[in-house]
């Protein structure tokens, strides 16, 4: 039985790390907010970037292109890379737990060379345990400001593998926000801009009803709008999972934290019975004392 000394010693704990609790579910509200402010304004910015290549695109003809494969080896035998965004912290529940079993349903079907880019730390340990193989490994960051080199370092190996021939399709995985207090896992085709791309962003509606024409130099243009649609793309990703995150670890810690109030109720009330408890005793004690003293005399 626990004594009053270590019930004292337990609801100190337990008092500290409600307060930790407290402080980390106020970070995590604190976070969510900045990056669905980053969300929001990039939405535009990626809408008009991915209209400006879907004009392109129809403008050069690529939409009457066939977009199902002549037989199924063409299919099969695609090299893919599947870029996998997740977390460095723990307390996020099953952020990471759901995200590498969606990857792993996706790619268990593939039977082509497959690559597995991760960011974050504890996702390629997941997969790894999983039997797929980790590729490459970057870090997650850790502020808004710190994305742009993050997508930086992701572009150049797109850029190294495009040289080499390496990958002929890219994915992206990540867990993104679907309502306020919810989030689910997400798949999207993000390189190469072909025919099936274009039939993916199909319901990206021009917004006048004149038809867009391509004035200038062509290469140039469609060099800068393939640049800026993966950058912001990757960027838009990144912070749709991080906001994921937070709210996962939101979520995590308010059920902590209620928890944490009834463990400090149940030990409570321990304590203040056994503190009544002791305080009858010396009381019987003291009665029973002074009874005898009155015997005596």
């Given at each position: 039985m626990d004594s009053l000394e270590s019930l004292t010693r337990q609801i100190?704990?337990?008092?500290?790390?409600?307060?930790?609790?407290?402080?980390?579910?106020?970070?995590?509200a604190a976070n969510i907010g900045q990056y669905e402010i980053a969300m929001e304004s990039l939405g535009d910015y990626w809408t008009n970037v991915s209209l400006g290549l879907v004009a392109y695109l129809k403008n050069i003809g690529l939409e009457n292109l066939d977009v199902q494969p002549n037989n199924e080896t063409k299919k099969t035998n695609k090299s893919v890379c599947a870029i996998v965004f997740g977390s460095d912290q723990g307390f996020v529940g099953q952020f990471n737990?759901?995200?590498s079993q969606y990857v792993l349903k996706s790619l268990g079907t593939h039977q082509g060379r497959t690559e597995i880019w991760t960011?974050?730390?504890?996702?390629?340990l997941l997969l790894t345990d999983m039997g797929l193989t980790v590729t490459k490994q970057f870090d997650l960051p850790n502020s808004i400001k710190a994305i742009t080199a993050l997508i930086g370092s992701i572009l150049v190996q797109v850029e190294e593998n495009r040289e080499k021939g390496n990958v002929d399709e890219y994915y992206l995985f990540h867990n993104h926000l679907i309502n306020e207090g919810s989030y689910e896992q997400e798949k999207s085709r993000l390189f190469p801009l072909d025919a099936k791309w274009l039939q993916e962003k199909g319901q990206l509606k021009w917004p006048t009803q004149k038809q867009p024409e391509v004035i200038g130099d062509s290469g140039k243009l469609i060099r800068r709008l393939i640049r800026?649609?993966?950058f912001v793309t990757l960027y838009k990703t990144c912070t749709e999972s991080l906001a994921s995150e937070n709210l996962s670890r939101l979520n995590a810690m308010q059920r902590a934290e209620k928890n944490i109030e009834e463990l400090l109720d149940e030990i409570g009330h321990t304590y203040h019975r056994l503190r009544q408890s002791s305080?009858?005793?010396?009381?019987?004690?003291?009665?029973?004392?002074?009874?005898?003293?009155?015997?005596?005399n």
């Open positions: 100190a704990g337990a008092k500290d790390l409600d307060s930790i609790v407290r402080t980390m579910k106020a970070m995590a737990d759901s995200l960011v974050g730390v504890r996702v390629p800026e649609y993966l305080i009858d005793e010396e009381l019987f004690d003291v009665v029973s004392g002074f009874t005898a003293l009155n015997k005596d």
